[in-house]
């Protein structure tokens, strides 16, 4: 079955940039997504389409793509930031959604 | 405002059929641009995606589960109902209903926002 690949985790200081990929092969042909989620709560989307911003998700938060691997890029990181962040994406064929192993954003 | 809420047992047994329901309120489920797809989490692990139905209905399911799920809706009630047989322990999970926006083509669709989620435990 398809897969995504996250990093499992990731660490930064305050005020520096974070970057968390996610690799797949279907990348090229489908977009991908990211949610944020803190523990305890349900997850919320920040990145749609690649590269789009959900209304009320703060600027430094910005999506990438390149071949087979998205980035969420996380520019001037704040302490609210830390939290699993999941790239989801689906198969070449586009019927079946898939979600990446998730990425513990951590701030030092 | 768009809201979703699961609602089902929080325990159930080896081997039983768990039946989750989702109600959802702000849009509807005939909307064309719309659906519902359920999702699960153990605990201290990943999202894994499970089922989703649109609004004409059709359904799609994980490859690794499709023989033990069926989604269903009802679109005058605002609910679109989940269940999985022959449940095991290790099918312990907080279970999410999410509203999918459908995009343009197929696979681009996405999970926003969510339900807040009901905890099932699978024990004896």
């Known amino acids: 079955s398809y897969e995504l690949t996250q990093p499992p985790s990731v660490s930064v200081s305050p005020g520096q940039t974070a970057r968390i990929t996610c690799s797949g092969d279907?990348?090229?042909?489908?977009?991908a997504y990211w949610y944020q989620q803190k523990p305890g709560q349900a997850p919320v989307l920040v990145i749609y389409k690649d590269s789009e911003r959900p209304s009320g998700i703060p600027e430094r938060f910005s999506g990438s793509s390149s071949g087979t691997t998205v980035t969420l890029t996380i520019s001037g990181v704040q302490a609210e930031d830390e939290a699993d962040y999941y790239c989801?994406?689906?198969?070449?064929?586009?019927?079946?959604?898939?979600f990446g192993g998730g990425t513990k954003l951590t701030v030092l | 405002q768009v809201t979703l809420k699961e609602s089902g047992p929080v325990l159930v047994k080896p081997t039983e059929t768990l039946t989750l329901t989702c109600t959802v309120s702000?849009?509807?489920?005939?909307?064309?641009?719309?659906?519902v797809s359920w999702i699960r989490q153990p605990p201290g692990k990943a999202l894994e995606w499970l089922a989703h139905?649109?609004?004409?209905?059709?359904?799609s399911y994980s490859t690794s589960l499709k023989s033990r799920l069926t989604i269903s809706k009802d679109t005058s009630k605002s609910q679109v109902v989940l269940t999985m047989t022959n449940m095991d322990p290790v099918d312990t999970a907080t279970y999410y209903c999410?509203?999918?926006?459908?995009?343009?083509?197929?696979?681009?669709?996405?999970?926003?926002?969510w339900g807040q989620g009901t905890l099932v435990t699978v024990s004896s």
């Open positions: 989801q994406s689906a198969d070449s064929s586009g019927t079946h959604e898939v």
């Open positions: 279907a990348l090229p042909k489908q977009y």
């Open positions: 702000g849009f509807s489920l005939s909307n064309a641009r719309m659906g």
């Open positions: 999410a509203r999918m926006r459908v995009g343009a083509a197929a696979g681009n669709n996405w999970f926003d926002p």
């Open positions: 139905i649109f609004s004409n209905d059709e359904k």
